[in-house]
């Protein structure tokens, strides 16, 4: 029985990233999204990716950005894997996996039924599909809101790698995984003290929640 796999998003410091790791997550997710409070330089990917080198799996995280850009990234982080969080279509998403010959989550954004379905057009392209709550069309930054969408719509979801987000915490994240059977959680505000500002303390309650709420699969 394999475990939940748990992912922690939005490090921006040396101490997030190690209270990360001394958790047991298995995934440090870094922000690459000027407009988002977690965002970080390539300087400072730089450190922080040498730090999580073979500790952690590294995800950039990117919104709908160019090559070039996806190209400093990746020189400077090192990522394991890519986190698509924008409007990529699936041709974009099979052009980023091209180039850089790295697993790719492509974030699904779901309000109803009909979101959870059309993820499947991304089933061939992506390595993973991380459904979190649709963002308002009008949003600045189109995730890391802390807002929760109906659990339900994922119960019973087996097709392929998924993952589930959008406003998990300690508190629920074990009901959350109860509800949909998620193989996979990622989490940002949820454990935060204040906005991007993690939280140690709530990054271990969450890891071990996520744990003890996946033991059931
Ligand atoms: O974390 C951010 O700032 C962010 C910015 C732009 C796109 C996505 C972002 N975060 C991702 O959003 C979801 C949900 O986060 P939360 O737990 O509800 O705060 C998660 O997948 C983050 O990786």
Redesign the pocket.
């Known amino acids: 029985m394999a475990g939940v796999i748990v992912?922690i998003?939005?490090l921006s410091t040396l101490p997030m990233l190690e209270a990360t790791i001394a958790a047991g997550a298995d995934m440090a997710?870094f922000?690459f999204?000027e407009k988002?409070?977690?965002h970080i330089t390539l300087e400072t990917a730089r450190e922080l990716g040498r730090v999580a080198q073979e500790r952690i799996r590294k995800v950039a995280?990117t919104?709908d950005a160019d090559d070039s850009t996806l190209d400093a990234i990746v020189a400077a982080l090192a990522p394991d894997l890519l986190?698509l969080?924008g409007r990529e279509t699936r041709e974009r998403v099979a052009a980023v996996k091209a180039r850089f010959r790295l697993p790719v989550i492509k974030?699904i954004g779901v309000a109803g039924a009909a979101d959870v379905s059309s993820a499947a057009a991304f089933r061939e392209v992506a390595d993973i599909l991380?459904f979190?709550?649709k963002p308002a069309p009008n949003a600045a930054?189109?995730?890391?809101?802390?807002?929760v969408f109906d659990w339900e719509l994922m119960r019973g979801y087996s097709s392929g790698d998924w993952m589930l987000?959008?406003?998990?915490d300690p508190a629920n994240v074990a009901e959350a995984l109860r509800l949909t059977g998620a193989p996979a959680v990622?989490?940002?505000?949820?454990v935060e003290r204040e906005r991007g500002v993690k939280d140690e303390a709530k990054i271990a309650a969450f890891v071990a929640a996520a744990r003890k709420g996946g033991a059931f699969f």
């Open positions: 992912k998003c939005g997710g922000v999204f988002s409070p977690r995280l919104v986190q969080h974030a991380l979190d709550a930054v189109p995730g890391g809101a802390g807002t987000s959008g406003g998990l990622d989490v940002s505000s949820g």
